[in-house]
């Protein structure tokens, strides 16, 4: 095995690189309808959580006493809930505080899962280790964590994003340890230690580098279980506190008026499966166009 050879680019991140470059995944995506069709409501969702304050027509915690549990009208959109709050203004700032929640869960899981995850594989002696150390995580749930942080440090966002970071970095060290293996039987990893090349290039430039579509194609898969797994912890009452607009908790409280008014609970429950559904959506066609195997 010649240094020109490890020098060479390595073949996973080529490929994936080529993926985005001369493999036109974008091209490919925009062929897929459904994914088209996803994509483009996960960013309509997303900008109006950005720019809530501008697209909200109504301030999400003023009351009005006098248009208590209106249905859907001209004026509110999506009706009013138990206090006169404009329901649709409020499932737009909750869809902004579940979208955060779901994106500091997955990216901070990720990054801890991949980094255990690449590291296992590359040291196998502590490669059990990190292993016991992800099964002990896969043993509690994360409404169990939950409810465990909320007890020790009280119910918020703080302590759902803590059991959803913990709900992501099992999976997401089990997947990239997996990818992580196949890279270490190629050659230019063996050739990368026997002419002296650090351990910090080789994991770096070699061994993440080609680990990281697979990570990324399940993390988009995995988003949208992170944002049910958020929002039923919001629904328990372990996240957002009241007045915060959060979709899980708006649906719980929602539900003393479900025979009464059923559109306050059934309007952020239908949010919650639009956003999840277009993950899901993506994620598959997202795998489909970067794993090689489904190429074929």
């Known amino acids: 095995m010649s240094v020109e050879t490890l020098n060479a680019p390595a073949t996973g991140a080529g490929e994936t690189s080529g993926l985005f470059s001369r493999s036109g995944v974008l091209r490919r995506l925009m062929r897929d309808k459904v994914a088209l069709l996803a994509a ?3 960013g309509l969702i997303a900008l109006a959580a950005i720019f809530a304050p501008v ?4 301030d999400p915690y003023l009351t009005d006493l006098t248009k208590v549990m209106q249905p859907p009208s001209e004026e509110h959109w999506f009706g009013t809930d138990n206090t006169g709050r404009d329901i649709l203004s409020r499932v737009i700032y ?6 955060m929640l779901g994106l500091i869960g997955v990216i901070i899981g990720g ?3 991949g980094l255990l995850g690449i590291l296992a594989a590359y040291y196998p002696k502590a490669d059990g280790w990190i292993m016991r150390l992800v099964d002990v995580m896969l043993a509690f749930p994360a409404i169990l964590i939950g409810l465990a942080v909320a007890a020790v440090a009280g119910a918020g966002l703080g302590a759902v994003v803590i059991a959803l970071v913990v709900a992501t970095v099992p999976d997401v ?11 270490m039987g190629q050659e230019f990893m063996e050739a990368g230690r026997a002419v002296g090349v650090s351990d910090r290039t080789l994991i770096w430039r070699y061994l993440t580098l080609n680990c990281i579509s697979t990570i990324f194609v399940f993390l988009t898969l995995r988003f949208g279980q992170i944002i049910l797994i958020g929002s039923a912890l919001g629904f328990l009452g372990m996240g957002a506190q009241p007045p915060t607009a ?5 649906a719980a409280q929602g ?4 025979f009464m008014a059923p559109h306050i609970a059934t309007i952020p429950s239908f949010a919650i499966f639009v956003i999840v559904l277009a993950a899901n959506l993506l ?3 997202l795998r489909d166009v970067l794993d090689p195997r489904l190429q074929q």
Request: aromatic share 6%.
């Open 283 to 285: 994620g598959d066609a």
């Open 94 to 99: 909750g869809t902004r505080n579940t979208l």
């Open 55 to 58: 697209v909200a027509p109504y």
């Open 246 to 250: 959060e979709l899980g908790m708006m």
């Open 173 to 183: 060290a089990r997947v990239a340890r997996g990818a992580a293996v196949g890279v």
């Open 111 to 113: 990054l801890l899962g």
């Open 255 to 258: 539900r003393d008026f479900l």
């Open 40 to 42: 483009l409501s996960l």
